[in-house]
């Protein structure tokens, strides 16, 4: 019963963020159908369009994350964490036990290249 619960309300959640999405695009409030059609339209036609241009010309699939600074680390990085990526979603704590901990850093070991001449 947990899980469906908290399913129908993520559910809910992308619904009233979808159509907050989709009441940003409004221009012409009296005819708001056609006003977020058309807008619905530009969006996927510029998307579309974006795949034919050089990786050089700035658009939407093509631009840089918000909070890359385009700078290189100081620290030494592994490869296993070395996958670009943002957290979705509001942060949760969780501690590991002993067992789970242990599991982790036995997958960090065996998968990572820089490991493996020690291993054999």
């Given at each position: 019963?947990?899980k469906?619960?908290f399913?129908y ?5 992308e ?8 009441k ?17 339209l ?6 579309f369009?974006?795949?034919?241009f ?5 658009s ?11 700078g290189?680390?100081?620290y030494?990085q ?12 509001a942060?949760k704590?969780?501690?590991m036990?002993a067992?789970?901990?242990?599991a982790?850093k036995l997958?960090?070991?065996?998968n ?9």
């Amino acid at each position: 019963m947990f899980k469906i619960k908290f399913s129908y309300i993520d559910e809910s959640f992308e619904l009233f963020r979808f159509l907050n999405t989709l009441k940003k695009k409004i221009r012409n409030k009296a005819r708001v159908e056609g006003s977020i059609c058309e807008a619905y339209l530009i969006e996927k036609t510029s998307t579309f369009g974006s795949y034919y241009f050089t990786t050089n010309v700035p658009s939407r699939r093509t631009r840089v994350p918000r909070n890359d600074d385009g700078g290189v680390s100081s620290y030494p990085q592994i490869s296993v964490f070395n996958y670009p990526g943002r957290a979705a979603g509001a942060t949760k704590v969780r501690w590991m036990d002993a067992k789970e901990f242990e599991a982790a850093k036995l997958y960090v070991l065996l998968n990572t290249p820089e490991v493996q001449p020690y291993i054999k």
